[in-house]
């Protein structure tokens, strides 16, 4: 039998690897194996199946409590994973994984898609060339109302509502945390104001608005706005430096510069296709595991997302929703 590739998890995202995998690698066959019989009592058993099997790798697009665990049984039998995100829903799992992965430099990585937008490669490279010269301050934002994002689930049964499943905005919005931290280098928090509104009636945070630091020289402030409220979607980042500011849109795909002397669009595609970025980030995996390569720099920058959040949650408050006029009309 030719080599498997195995997937953890039936839900969309799963689903979604499960179909790119197929187009990519029609060579391998791809299993998809359910997240529910990977976890708690089973797992030995489950897990121990998909090690029998020897895949080339597996990806593991379960809840994110079980995400440390699964990764660990396959790394410790020497099977290259990647990761959906976030690492773990646990910090100590979370820094304890990096360092086992560090004992058994097998294959491994974080599936941080946004990182292989050609947007957001074009932004890298305008910042590597200082084309806003010194940054003094960077805006981060995406608000997209929870209940419009799975048609066919009932948001209050998605994995992001349940804080038993690793639910939350600042887990299921920390692509914003990668790629802030991809871009501008290891980040601290100053303050976090974390709250359950109640508009959604949730377990788990619905909003987050945070003030981080960055640690370069000269070093600037950064806030970042993540919620599951906004009825009309908004994805965003604004840098602002001594040349003039850098206006990422996520949405519209366009990355605009602006200076005193106009406007200039840097990249703009209105046509591109959001699962390529899922394809380019299993070509990259698939580079890595063709290679026996154990590069650890996804899996650390993903502790360093892990650690943050964890910092966040230590703020978290619970909010009274307050009707307003526009209530009683």
Not at 6 to 22: D, F, K, P, W
Not at 221 to 239: E, H, M, N, S, Y
Request: charged residues 15%; contains cysteine.
């Amino acid at each position: 039998m030719t080599t498997p590739v195995v997937v953890i998890g039936a839900g969309s995202i799963g689903q979604r690897h499960r179909q790119n995998l197929e187009q990519l690698f029609p060579a391998h066959p791809v299993l998809l194996y359910s997240a529910r019989a990977c976890q708690g009592a089973q797992l030995s058993d489950s897990m121990q199946a998909i090690v029998d099997l020897q895949p080339l790798f597996v990806v593991i697009a379960s809840p994110a409590t079980n995400h440390a665990a699964q990764a660990h049984f396959l790394l410790q039998n020497n099977i290259a994973v990647l990761i959906e995100k976030p690492l773990s829903a646990d910090l100590v799992q979370a820094e304890a994984l990096l360092q086992f992965a560090r004992q058994q430099q097998v294959p491994v990585a974080v599936a941080y898609c946004l990182r292989f937008l050609p947007a957001a490669q074009r932004v890298k490279t305008l910042l590597t060339e200082h084309a806003v010269g010194d940054i003094y301050t960077v805006q981060s934002h995406v608000g997209q109302y929870l209940p419009a994002w799975r048609a066919n689930t009932p948001y209050q049964q998605s994995v992001s509502a349940k804080q038993a499943l690793g639910g939350g905005a600042l887990n299921e919005l920390s692509h914003e945390l990668d790629y802030l931290h991809w871009l501008f280098g290891p980040l601290k928090l100053v303050h976090a104001h974390v709250a359950q509104t109640g508009l959604l009636q949730l377990d788990v945070e619905d909003h987050a608005l945070l003030l981080l630091h960055s640690q370069q020289q000269p070093a600037f402030p950064l806030t970042v706005q993540l919620d599951f409220l906004q009825p009309a979607a908004r994805r965003a980042c604004i840098i602002l430096g001594t040349k003039g500011r850098l206006e990422w849109d996520l949405i519209a795909n366009t990355v605009l510069l602006i200076t005193s002397q106009g406007q200039q669009v840097i990249y703009r595609d209105d046509d591109y296709p959001r699962n390529q970025m899922y394809l380019s980030m299993l070509e990259s995996f698939y580079a890595m595991v063709i290679s026996h390569k154990y590069d650890e720099q996804s899996l650390s920058d993903a502790v360093a997302t892990v650690q943050l959040i964890h910092q966040c949650k230590q703020h978290i408050c619970q909010q009274d929703h307050v009707p307003d006029d526009r209530d009683a009309q």
